[in-house]
């Protein structure tokens, strides 16, 4: 079937200690994003990849990069994780069209936790 | 900037029962897609329903069903027959353009709690 899928699914870091999270998908979907959700919240956009366009949300921090090497994957790297930064983490893509944005389609989430 | 409003932060309903969450949003777009998420406890997002907005006949899956008045720009969600799994977060979505992008605008969800 084809999905959105995140690796891995739990995540533990010591403050400071950089980590990587990745994201993979089958949809053959143009758009693919990051979103951190904390407890009780909405997902809260950090950027997203328009193919090989990135784009930055203007209130996400430098501490969080992203890269994308190709179609089907797209990695969230988190510099020098804060205590702050423990939340899940939401990967999801998209087919853009000229009419506008479809459905986006998310993975499980990786939870990510920084002692 | 285009903003989506969910002024339930909590609901309940008894299992069998209906019940509407309500959602409304802002802009000045006149062709577009709304969407309604489930979030259950587990955590993965996925997508109830969604409704395109030329077209005036309300989107239908199954028990879920959408109340979309594109004039008064609300957007609510019926579900019917309320089952234990309808246990969620619903999260109602906008697309919108910022900054020269595409991106999702989410409501800040109404948790929804079915009563056995």
């Known amino acids: 079937d084809a999905m959105v899928i995140q690796n891995p699914r739990y995540q533990v870091t010591q403050f400071g200690k950089p980590v990587t999270l990745s994201c993979s998908q089958t949809?053959?979907?143009?758009?693919m994003y990051w979103y951190q959700q904390k407890s009780s919240q909405a997902p809260k956009l950090l950027f997203h990849y328009y193919d090989k366009d990135f784009n930055n949300e203007a209130d996400t921090p430098d501490n969080f990069q992203s890269r994308r090497p190709n179609t089907s994957f797209c990695f969230l790297d988190i510099r020098s994780p804060g205590l702050g930064d423990a939340a899940m983490y939401l990967c999801a893509t998209s087919r853009a069209l000229a009419g506008g944005l479809e459905t986006q389609y998310f993975g499980p989430g990786t939870r990510l936790l920084v002692l | 900037a285009q903003t989506v409003t969910q002024s339930q932060p909590e609901m309940s309903v008894q299992e069998a029962e209906t019940v509407t969450l309500s959602c409304t949003y802002d802009?000045?777009?006149?062709?577009?897609?709304l969407f309604w998420y489930k979030q259950p406890p587990s955590r993965q997002m996925i997508l109830v329903i969604r409704q395109e907005a030329y077209k005036q006949q309300n989107a239908t899956e199954n028990r879920f069903s959408v109340n979309f008045q594109k004039a008064a720009k609300s957007f609510s969600l019926k579900i019917s027959d309320s089952q234990l799994g309808d246990t969620a977060m619903y999260f109602c979505?906008?697309?919108?353009?910022?900054?020269?992008?595409?991106?999702?605008?989410f409501g800040k969800g109404t948790k929804l709690t079915v009563n056995p």
């Open positions: 802009t000045s777009e006149s062709n577009y897609y």
């Open positions: 949809l053959n979907h143009n758009v």
């Open positions: 979505a906008f697309p919108t353009i910022q900054g020269g992008s595409e991106k999702l605008v």
